[in-house]
T-cell receptor
Framework: GENVEQHPSTLSVQEGDSAVIKCTYSDSASNYFPWYKQELGKRPQLIIDIRSNVGEKKDQRIAVTLNKTAKHFSLHITETQPEDSAVYFC???????????FGTGTRLTVIP | GAVVSQHPSWVICKSGTSVKIECRSLDFQATTMFWYRQFPKQSLMLMAT?????????EQGVEKDKFLINHASLTLSTLTVTSAHPEDSSFYICSAVTSGGHEQYFGPGTRLTVT
């Protein structure tokens, strides 16, 4: 099955700085890579996703890059704000059954 | 749009009893629903995939006789934790996918505590 690894597990940045979270996956059949933000006690919320036919996607302060050859993808948050503080999960899937396999999560803290 | 609800939001039960958790897609039809388990400060672990009208597909290590999943309609899937034990205490989250879609819409989760 799919195995998704995520780094770092915790990340602290100063407000206004950039944050980068990296994930690798193992199943070359995976073709859908979403990123979720989860605040304490709440449901995961999709913030951005990318499909295997695209190398990069950007939505305002958030961008995701995908290197399918190397099987890794990254989340980039620029001009971080305190409200960006949360746990971020990457996931990989889409291999037919829409199953998603999640990374271990990154706790991002933006220091005002 | 794409709202998923879960009921109950939290439940406390005694060891040995069974608990049913409902997952509903409120404004769309979900051909596929997923059940996850999340321990404190950990990731979401996929337990099973359920397709409407067919048997659920369980991930390796998940006991299908303990975690009964029923997906009887396009808007409702249920997870029943049978003969619950304290180690079953966890946060259970469902998600739903629209027909032909990839994005999973998550429910708010159910916190189960077994005493």
């Amino acid at each position: 099955g799919e195995n998704v690894e995520q780094h770092p597990s915790t990340l602290s940045v100063q407000e206004g700085d950039s944050a980068v979270i990296k994930c690798t996956y193992s199943d070359s059949a995976s073709n859908y890579f979403p990123w979720y933000k989860q605040e304490l006690g709440k449901r995961p919320q999709l913030i951005i996703d990318i499909r295997s036919n695209v190398g990069e996607k950007k939505d305002q302060r958030i961008a995701v890059t995908l290197n399918k050859t190397a099987k890794h993808f990254s989340l980039h948050i620029t001009e971080t704000q305190p409200e960006d503080s949360a746990v971020y999960f990457c996931a990989a899937g889409g291999g037919g059954a829409n199953n998603l396999f999640f990374g271990t999560g990154t706790r991002l803290t933006v220091i005002p | 749009g794409a709202v998923v609800s879960q009921h109950p939001s939290w439940v406390i039960c005694k060891s040995g009893t069974s608990v049913k958790i409902e997952c509903r897609s409120l404004d769309f039809q979900a051909t596929t629903m997923f059940w996850y388990r999340q321990f404190p400060k950990q990731s979401l672990m996929l337990m099973a995939t359920s397709n409407e009208g067919s048997k659920a597909t369980y991930e390796q290590g998940v006991e299908k006789d303990k975690f009964l999943i029923n997906h009887a309609s396009l808007t409702l899937s249920t997870l029943t934790v049978t003969s619950a034990h304290p180690e079953d205490s966890s946060f259970y989250i469902c998600s739903a996918v629209t027909s032909g879609g990839h994005e999973q819409y998550f429910g708010p989760g159910t916190r189960l505590t077994v005493t």
